[in-house]
């Protein structure tokens, strides 16, 4: 299973709780409804914060 910091764990709890409340938006602006799109939000952008995530794709 891949090994994810604490950073990143945060982030995609932020992104989970934005998305319940129904502010989370993808980059068309279109409102997130998919729980896995979500994560996959919450995870890039813990990335681009520079927390230790697993390469795309893997």
């Not at 709780?17 to 989370?24: A, I, N, R, S, T």
């Amino acid at each position: 299973m891949a090994k994810y910091s604490e950073k990143a764990k945060e982030k995609v709890g932020e992104v989970m709780h934005e998305m319940k409340e129904g502010k989370l938006k993808t980059s068309a602006g279109k409102k997130v409804t998919d729980k896995k799109q979500a994560v996959a939000i919450g995870l890039s952008e813990a990335r681009k914060e520079g927390a230790k995530v697993p390469k795309k794709g893997n």
